[in-house]
Antibody, heavy 122, light 105 residues
């Protein structure tokens, strides 16, 4: 079955850019009606959707983060990536990548990666 | 922006039925899914498209959605069901509820 694994620095300095990569294994990144998404969760808090990318390169971002987010996909490596610029301590969170199934006016995330903690601190 | 509201906590005795609600304006017109998250673990999809169960999710998990409220029902709740539960819908963007902590005591 499909598995996802996040990778990237665990510590980022304020004002710098957070960069993470998600590697997909056990299945194709190009098959079916799937988007590839990023979601984050600050410690002790709820889930926040960051955005998603389709293998064509088409993206949708959370309006609250849109000005700072860039996503890309490399189908040959079965990877997709997140860049979040101008980070502050408020961006400290566990970052998850997930496969997003999209139907008619419906969507859901399954499976999720194990998550990676990113701390923003000098 | 669209909001989904969940109660912060629900308690249930083992073997009883737990109901976790998620409310939003005309939520019944949208599809809702639910995730279970145990401490230190990633969320797991337990219900999608209001009431469908993914493969591997026990039958005791069910869902419904009507009016302004979606409900996740866990019948015959077990200790292993103790977790945080999040609802999620789409309204021009992905929206998550704030989460409900289910305690089995």
């Amino acid at each position: 079955q499909v598995q996802l694994q996040e990778s990237g620095p665990g510590l980022v300095k304020p004002s710098q850019t957070l960069s993470l990569t998600c590697t997909v294994s056990g299945g194709s990144i190009t098959s079916g009606s799937f988007y590839w998404s990023w979601i984050r969760q600050p410690a002790g808090k709820g889930l926040e959707w960051i955005g998603r990318i389709y293998t064509s390169g088409s993206t949708n971002y959370n309006p609250s983060l849109k000005s700072r987010v860039t996503m890309s996909v490399d189908t040959s490596k079965k990877q997709f990536s997140l860049n979040l610029s101008s980070v502050t301590a408020a961006d400290t969170a566990v970052y998850y990548c997930a496969r997003e199934a999209v139907g008619e006016v419906a969507n859901w995330f399954d499976p999720w990666g194990q998550g990676t903690l990113v701390t923003v601190s000098s | 922006s669209y909001e989904l509201t969940q109660s912060s906590s629900v308690s249930v005795s083992p073997g009883q039925t737990a109901s976790i609600t998620c409310s939003g304006d005309k939520l019944g017109d949208k599809y809702v899914c639910w995730y279970q998250q145990k401490p230190g673990q990633s969320p797991v999809l337990v219900i999608y498209q209001d009431g469908k169960r993914p493969s591997g999710i026990p039958e005791r998990f069910s869902g419904s959605n009507s009016g302004n409220t979606a409900t996740l029902t866990i019948s015959g709740t077990q200790a292993m069901d103790e977790a945080d539960y999040y609802c999620q819908a789409w309204d021009s963007s992905v929206v998550f509820g704030g989460g409900t902590k289910l305690t089995v005591l």
